[in-house]
């Protein structure tokens, strides 16, 4: 089965290039068109009603670019709204959620943490996933800031590292040895978390699965390219700066008003 058109992904900003960066790397033929809606960002504060509406905006641009599936490469957008696209949309849409199932099952200590942004770990998709796993103490803890400071092209300065210490000591104390990362963001900062954490707990985000279930349904329904390379595609609707430099300068970046 071929198909040569391109794989949509958009998240609230430049985060989901952590994600983008994983299906990339597993499938580097596929065309890709990133949608960076940093002009809303974050959402985590968003009610949700305004991140269906913002979710369903990015979902209409990428339809119009005639995209062959989506991936809603931002854990805020995907649990308050992926129900909603998925009943609006023809297309195929991949959702990122928390990797909670690979931590509690590997912990020793059935203490885990996660560090999502509000919207995430108020959502009813999160509280359901969070409920099946009763015999594990699962630490909560919003990352207010830290997407402001990572969209403002701050992940080294010493107040991310001030609020990364303030979010992770009471879990390392709590004995936590798995840390889930709820934020399609929060990749970027693993170097900053690593010098804060001890080496035995263990750091888990989604990229990697998602990347793999991209790489499933395009098989399964939708046919790889017969490309064999492809220039991705990046839009940012604020100053393409950030992105540019969290994409190594790599790559085109365009500003486009969505």
Not at 33 to 50: F, M
Request: aromatic content about 6%; overall charge neutral.
């Amino acid at each position: 089965m071929e198909n040569n058109q391109a794989i949509g992904i958009f998240d609230s900003g430049i985060g989901g290039t952590s994600i983008w960066n994983a299906i990339h790397e597993l499938l580097p033929n596929e065309k890709t068109i990133y949608l960076a809606d940093s002009k809303n960002a974050p959402y985590g504060q968003k009610s949700k009603q305004e991140i269906v509406s913002l979710s369903m905006k990015n979902a209409d641009f990428l339809i119009s670019m005639n995209c062959k599936l989506i991936v809603v490469a931002c854990n805020t957008a995907t649990t308050n709204a992926i129900r909603e696209l998925r009943a609006k949309y023809d297309i195929p849409l991949i959702g990122i959620e928390p990797a909670i199932k690979p931590a509690v099952t590997h912990s020793k200590t059935q203490i885990i943490g996660i560090l999502a942004t509000q919207g995430t770990l108020n959502s009813e998709l999160f509280n359901k996933t969070a409920e099946k796993y009763q015999d594990t103490k699962i630490i909560e803890q919003v990352g207010h800031g830290l997407v402001q400071l990572i969209e403002a092209g701050a992940i080294n300065s010493s107040e991310m590292t001030q609020l990364l210490e303030s979010y992770l000591k009471p879990m390392i104390e709590a004995n936590i040895d798995y840390l889930v990362l709820g934020c399609s963001h929060y990749p970027y900062l693993i170097p900053q978390i690593k010098k804060i954490l001890p080496e035995h707990i263990q750091i888990i985000d989604s990229g990697q699965a998602v990347a793999k279930q991209t790489q499933k349904i395009l098989k399964e329904k939708i046919g790889f390219t017969s490309a064999v390379k492809n220039a991705p595609i990046f839009y940012s609707n604020t100053n393409p700066k950030v992105l540019n430099e969290i994409l190594g300068c790599k790559y085109n970046v365009e500003y486009r008003e969505f």
